[in-house]
């Protein structure tokens, strides 16, 4: 009798093992299929240096533009890569992108934010200035607000011009990039290249600049984007 009960209470014991292997097994294969969310799927920026190749964009005693604009993307991309954010560039180097293309890259990618740099040109003008489509949503406003704010409250520019709609030569168009991109968009004009005093605060204070700007990617990607994920 003893010799039956204990081979019942092995039999017993042998079947809660496997069993417990079993449980233990399935919430293994269970937790590893749980989706996990890399740095690479976090939601991207694309930054969109203006002009580039044979469009050198506005210019000013030898000045380029397109020069200007691309040195501080690349440093934008840089800050916002230092705070976890994925960044795609239009352009990394001298290239000439056609404003369908980059439109086109940045949809493909499915960015979350776009923000396309440039400098400004007249012959009086400076400052800084914001610009969204005509009828802006809240993240497109709050985007360029942010970094025009931030921009502003460092001390370095000469002028804060506001955040302007539609188009500068028609108030009721877009700026291409604005009305062809599927997420919340701004074209930025970082000073002007015809102004001295502007160039001048745009060479000694770039890495200030780039900061600000990536500060404000990263509050509307905090605001926005992971509120709605």
């Not at 002028?159 to 108030?171: H, W």
């Amino acid at each position: 009798m003893k010799r039956f009960r204990k081979r019942c209470l092995n039999s017993i014991f042998l079947l809660l093992f496997v069993f417990l292997t079993v449980v233990a097994t399935m919430l293994t294969v269970y937790v590893c299929t749980l989706p996990i969310r890399k740095v690479a799927e976090a939601p991207s920026v694309c930054i969109d240096p203006g002009h580039g190749g044979h469009d050198s964009g506005a210019t000013y005693e030898g000045r380029l533009e397109k020069d200007d604009v691309l040195r501080l993307s690349l440093l934008v991309r840089d800050k916002l890569e230092a705070k976890g954010i994925p960044v795609y560039m239009t352009r990394e180097d001298d290239t000439f992108r056609t404003l369908d293309e980059r439109c086109t890259f940045a949809n493909q990618k499915h960015c979350a934010l776009f923000v396309s740099i440039h400098r400004n040109s007249s012959e009086k003008g400076k400052g800084m200035e914001m610009w969204v489509k005509n009828t802006p949503e809240k993240a497109d406003y709050f985007l360029a607000e942010t970094m025009l704010s931030n921009l502003n409250a460092s001390g370095h520019i000469t002028k804060a011009r506001g955040v302007k709609t539609g188009y500068i030569k028609n108030a009721d168009g877009n700026y291409y990039v604005n009305a062809h991109t599927k997420m919340p968009s701004c074209l930025a004009e970082i000073g002007f290249v015809t102004s001295p005093e502007d160039n001048e605060l745009f060479d000694t204070y770039l890495e200030e600049y780039a900061e600000c700007i990536a500060s404000g990617i990263e509050a509307t990607l905090l605001k926005f984007i992971n509120e709605a994920s």
